[in-house]
């Protein structure tokens, strides 16, 4: 089984500063992990993933979010944020098997607050 | 292209009322699955399919009923609303395998029991 924690239920930054957005996760198997945001009354998008290889994935709108494998972490970092950042994040895993499926385990939310 | 869609948005029930609530997607996919959504909690999955014919059990099961008759629909049912499912709950489908394929969400139904 796995679980997930994101450690801050909510970040409130100013528009421009950096961000980190905290997860660290618990599995007994190797995992995919995934980052998805969720805007005001939407359904969730995936914003970026780690599957294999280099530990830093990135975004097409400057997230990005790297994996530490000894720490079992994968934070969400933006070095300038905007305020159509302002959302709620979730950080998600899944087994890293393709016989596995496709269940996520989610963690409990971060909800972004972008001020002015 | 529509993509994943629930119906209703907005619903409020009395308590023991029964209700479906309705998913279909047109990519074709495999799995479908039913999370909730709580606050501080993230999501939950409740039920998933894998295929026409095919459901499981998720994480919080009780209260819900699903069946897949096919591809496209993947409606959950709660027989006797309860308070505690007050919730928003997602519909989302994907390819079965692979662990690049990525998960497409409905908008969501938020859901209020009396």
């Known amino acids: 089984a796995q679980s997930v924690t994101q450690l801050d239920s909510q970040v409130p930054v100013f528009e421009e500063a950096p961000v980190e957005l905290r997860c660290n996760y618990s599995?007994?198997?190797?995992?995919?992990l995934f980052w998805y945001v969720q805007y005001p009354n939407q359904g969730l998008q995936l914003l970026l993933k780690y599957l294999s290889g280099s530990t830093l994935v990135e975004s097409i709108n400057g997230f990005e979010a790297e994996f530490n494998k000894s720490q079992t972490s994968f934070h969400l970092r933006k070095p300038s944020v905007h305020i159509s950042d302002t959302a709620e994040y979730f950080c998600?895993?899944?087994?890293?098997?393709?016989?596995?499926?496709?269940?996520?385990?989610f963690g409990g939310g971060t909800r972004l607050m972008v001020k002015p | 292209n529509a993509g994943v869609t629930q119906t209703p948005k907005f619903q409020v029930l009395k308590t023991g009322q029964s209700m479906t609530l309705q998913c279909a997607q047109d990519m074709n996919h495999e799995y479908m699955s039913w999370y909730r959504q709580d606050p501080g909690m993230g999501l939950r999955l409740i039920h998933y399919?894998?295929?026409?014919?095919?459901?499981d059990q998720g994480e919080v099961p009780n209260g819900y009923n699903v069946s897949r008759s096919t591809t496209e629909d993947f409606p959950l049912r709660l027989l006797s609303a309860a308070p505690s499912q007050t919730s928003v709950y997602f519909c989302?489908?994907?390819?079965?395998?692979?662990?690049?394929?990525?998960?497409?969400f409905g908008d969501g139904t938020r859901l209020s029991i009396l």
């Open positions: 989302a489908s994907s390819y079965f395998r692979g662990g690049n394929q990525p998960q497409h």
């Open positions: 599995s007994s198997v190797s995992v995919y």
């Open positions: 399919s894998v295929g026409a014919g095919i459901t």
């Open positions: 998600a895993v899944r087994p890293a098997s393709d016989n596995a499926g496709n269940m996520l385990t």
